[in-house]
């Protein structure tokens, strides 16, 4: 599996503000955003004839599959639905000229079209791609994701490993890092070594903290499956 880059001012700074402002870390009620499969609020998008950005409505939907825009705040139909298997989102603050500025790739009529997304506040665009993420993870005609890593804590078993196995072969990235579970290894990729380092971090503090009380029950309920 490849990893992307980090977007790193932006995601640390909600990260600290999710841990130690809103506390979402502890009270599992405010993690809603992040898991609920459905948001609706207000981006500025950008034209496509002039440039201007203008205040637009969008929905994701995880139950419809896709994420929609209205041209106007009250409108019924959507002036584009995207399929969310077809949606790339990327962190492009250089290119739209903010720092929460965001590019949606998506296909259309077989041709790729995007769209330019910036929020005032971090916070929106964060919650939002995450739900993007996750999504696209977990949207398969599988009965179960196929994209879901469970990451425990190092007292249970797991740890975080730079590069890959030496048998491993077919990846065109070659800086690695492979997670070891209690059951399995799970492999990934990065482009560059700098990446790679930033992914590594992030896995670690994973691992290196204890289990919530609903994270250990979700281990203990994995445990059991095996």
């Known amino acids: 599996m490849k990893l992307w880059p980090l977007p790193r001012r932006l995601l640390r700074e909600q990260w600290i503000r999710a841990r130690y402002e809103r506390n979402e870390f502890i009270y599992v009620e405010r993690q809603e955003p992040y898991s609920a499969g459905y948001r609706e609020g207000f ?10 950005f ?26 584009a639905l995207m399929k ?12 739209i000229g903010n720092p929460h500025g965001l590019q949606i790739t998506y296909l259309k009529d077989n041709s790729t079209r995007n769209i330019f997304v910036y929020h005032e506040d971090g916070k929106p665009m964060i919650s939002r791609d995450f739900i993007l993420i996750s999504v696209c993870v977990c949207l398969s005609q599988d009965a179960y994701a196929r994209g879901e890593v469970f990451i425990g804590s190092k007292e249970n078993g797991y740890t975080v490993v ?7 072969q077919g ?3 070659q800086f690695g890092i492979t997670i070891v579970t209690p059951d399995r290894k799970f492999l990934f990729a990065c482009e560059t070594e700098e990446e790679q380092k ?3 971090a992030m896995f670690q503090s994973a691992v290196n903290r204890p289990m919530l009380p609903q994270e250990y029950a979700e281990f203990i309920h994995k445990e059991h499956m095996i």
Request: charged share 30%; glycine share 6%.
């Open 162 to 168: 730079p590069g890959l196995p030496p048998s491993t």
């Open 198 to 200: 930033e992914w590594i």
């Open 43 to 52: 981006l500025w998008k950008r034209g496509r004839d002039n440039g201007q």
């Open 54 to 79: 203008l205040s637009r409505k969008f929905i994701l939907s995880e139950r419809e599959g896709a994420l929609k825009y209205f041209n106007k705040h009250d409108a019924r139909e959507p002036k």
């Open 171 to 173: 990846y065109h990235w």
């Open 84 to 95: 969310i298997h077809t949606i790339n989102a990327t962190f492009q603050p250089a290119k």
